[in-house]
């Protein structure tokens, strides 16, 4: 059966409802009252208008003639009388044996004030506050409780507001409310005393009844709108009806057609800046007035008060489980505008593009649907750098910002400007502290404090003035330092320069522990063919002094030296400490044992194996069968167990070196040279397979 459908308009849901059947190609009508109902509505070939104000009589002779056998009565909740009109016309139609469905579109939730939401009872009102976060105000009265800690999540967050008495206590207590969530109080109460209530307890939103002047209803909304408060009130009885939802799934019922939109999230990524109002784009400004939901951290949300439904939160693992229940719940909302707010610049350390790239895949495969953007905002390290009159093109940029970040005293100590972005005053206190235990105490630290905020200050701080800073807030920096060295681009570090310990040796002599010679470890570090951000494993490390030279290249290698011995761990804790870095991992452990949990090495050097070359080479293989390895022995036996070990494995790029090293040596009035024990280098690159 074909289906006629008229939309007696006149609210912005009969207006939407009509936007959605023109979406899917379902043809209708549309009646509205005035020449200003009629402007509202978007034009459309499906659509058809009909304006003017019509009686019963009228109306019967409307559906008469145009046939409809379907009627949505979107009139305004207030217009009684044309809906009585309506109804009676339809009634009159079934006397008459004409087959009309009629359906009354209601607002479920009728807001009269921004901010304000209105509920038919309270057992509706409790299942909403199921969908919001944060502490709730409950005014209701004790005797409506039960409705409210029915559901545990709800009564956690309960804070009820109820009359001294001890009947009022007695159902509090029922109803497992104890404590400081009991708020006993005889009103009427003010503006002032309502608002100290909300922001005493963090209350995120109000629930009250429609109670009237004299009941302190207009005082509670005032106090809830001022403390960013949302509010949820239990109205006076309405008519019966069914929402906008509601009517839609009956109508797919009725025509046999998918009503749902296809996008119905259109989703935006907005970089805020430092935070301040004034710090917007005016691009990022408009988007979110334009918003009907706002994602992001409690901080940025502050910055936005009003009605605006909003989320503390913007990692893909709790925004995204949330656009999915919004868009099943919504599926018949032509557009519902997301915009989720990052501090600072979007592209700038923001966690922006993970969740970009989280939901770039959920629309692709369909989890979601929608159109999805970014927009950037202002780098707090651009604001600083304008407060300053400072450059930062030429400058090193790094983030604490949650982070680790390795030889920070190092970064200081080879750039002239630095800036940082920090996650507050233990950063600062940190930068500190670096820099004095580095010797860079002559560095200044310009640091930007609560940058656009109207409490905003520049100071210029000593390394020991920002360890005694106790004020938490918002900080960025730029380190200045007047004696920055230049980068060296090369390794090759004298054996002197690094400490060196003794072990317990076979005799009453202590002998040291032993040290990869100085030109031993350049060609073995030249052999590894070492890249930025390359994983390396040191075997055997002994002094630390090949882990140390590999670290030095570059702040982004990360080093695991595997040693056993005490004494060895120690020392090369003590190199790692005296060359600053942090990007050297100590593992007190016999290999290949030691090797277990650590992250797959890109390159390995193996200085010592302990007679355990073979399950090292199994183990290393295991990791990556890619792995660039470079071995070092000095004797014939380790030499050929090298060579027998490798028959096993399939390898590319392999090379064996002989280095002999003579030293100058001063006897007398003569110079003699010394020659060092012949060491063999031996490098390849596994290939993938074991050998057949």
């Known amino acids: 059966m074909t289906h006629k459908i008229v939309i007696f308009a006149g609210t912005t849901e009969g207006r939407r409802l009509s936007e959605l059947l023109a979406a ?117 009265g004790s005797k409506e409780l039960s409705c409210y800690c029915k559901s545990e999540s709800i009564r956690d967050r309960l804070y009820v507001r109820i009359l001294p008495s001890a009947e009022s206590f007695a159902l509090c207590m029922e109803r497992g409310i104890r404590g400081k969530q009991i708020i006993a109080m005889q009103g009427p109460f003010t503006v002032e005393m309502n608002e100290a209530v909300i922001r005493q307890y963090h209350i995120s939103c109000v629930v009250t009844k429609e109670s009237g002047v004299s009941g302190g209803f207009p005082e509670k909304i005032e106090a809830a709108v001022r403390a960013d408060a949302s509010v949820f009130v239990i109205g006076r009885p309405e008519e019966e009806g069914a929402s906008c939802s509601e009517i839609c799934r009956e109508l797919e019922n009725l025509l046999g057609k998918s009503l749902a939109v296809t996008e119905s999230l259109e989703i935006t990524l907005a970089g805020i800046g430092m935070g301040s109002e004034k710090g917007l784009t005016k691009e990022v400004a408009q988007a979110v007035r334009e918003a009907d939901i706002l994602f992001g951290a409690k901080r940025l949300l502050a910055g936005f008060p009003g009605s605006l439904k909003k989320y503390p939160f913007y990692g893909a693992k709790e925004v995204i489980p949330r656009l999915r229940k919004m868009q099943e719940a919504d599926c018949f909302v032509c557009r519902k505008k997301i915009v989720i707010l990052f501090s600072g610049d979007s592209g700038f350390y923001s966690g922006c593009q993970s969740l970009y790239a989280a939901l770039e895949k959920e629309i692709q495969e369909e989890r979601l649907a929608g159109t999805l953007c970014i927009l950037p905002g202002i780098s707090s390290v651009a604001y600083l750098a304008a407060c300053t009159g400072e450059s930062y093109h030429d400058a090193a940029v790094y983030s604490l910002h949650g982070k680790e970040l390795c030889n920070l005293a190092n970064r200081i100590r080879q750039n002239p400007k630095t800036f940082l972005l920090t996650s507050g005053v233990k950063d600062i206190n940190r930068i500190g502290k670096i820099l004095l235990d580095a010797g860079l105490d002559f560095c200044e630290i310009i640091t930007g404090c609560q940058l656009s905020y109207a409490e905003q200050r520049i100071m210029r701080l000593s390394p020991s003035e920002c360890v005694e800073i106790k004020e938490q807030r918002l900080y960025t920096c730029l380190v200045k330092n007047p004696y920055a060295e230049e980068r060296k681009l090369t390794h090759g570090m004298a054996d002197e320069l690094f400490v060196r310990g003794t072990a317990s040796g076979g005799c009453s002599a202590a002998v040291k522990i032993p040290m990869t010679k100085e030109e031993v470890r350049e060609v073995s570090i030249c052999k590894l063919h070492l890249r930025e951000r390359a994983v390396v494993y040191d075997i055997g490390g002994g002094t630390g002094s090949v882990a140390v030279e590999i670290a030095r290249l570059s702040d982004e290698i990360q080093v695991y030296a595997v040693e056993q011995k005490e004494e060895a761990v120690s020392l090369m804790a003590r190199n790692k400490e005296k060359f600053g870095l942090q990007n050297i991992h100590l593992v007190k452990a016999a290999a290949p044992e030691g090797l277990s949990g650590l992250p797959m090495p890109t390159q390995a050097f193996i200085g010592g194996s302990g007679g355990r070359l073979k399950e090292i080479m199994a183990a290393l293989w295991e990791k990556n069968k890619n792995l660039r390895i470079v071995i070092t022995a000095v004797s014939m036996e380790t030499l050929c167990e090298i060579k027998e070990i490798l028959t096993l494995y399939q390898m590319k790029e392999e090379e064996t070196v002989q280095l002999q090293v003579s030293r100058v040596r001063k006897a007398g009035g003569y110079q003699l040279m010394q020659a060092e024990n012949p060491v063999w280098i031996c490098a390849f690159t596994f290939d993938g397979d074991k050998a057949e």
């Open 24 to 140: 899917a190609g379902i043809g209708h009508t549309v009646c509205v009252a005035t020449e200003y109902g009629e402007i509202v509505l978007n034009r459309h070939p499906s659509v058809h208008i009909h304006r003017g104000r019509m009686d019963q009589a009228e109306i019967l002779s409307f559906l008469k003639e145009g046939q409809f056998s379907v009627v949505i009565d979107a009139t305004h909740p207030f217009a009684g009388e044309i809906t009585r009109n309506i109804s009676t016309a339809v009634e009159q139609l079934s006397l008459e044996e004409i087959a009309v469905s009629y359906l009354r579109l209601k607002r479920n939730e009728m807001a009269r004030r921004e901010g304000v939401t209105y509920f038919a009872s309270n057992e509706a009102c409790a299942e909403a506050l199921e969908h919001i976060e944060g502490n709730i105000l409950l005014t209701t």
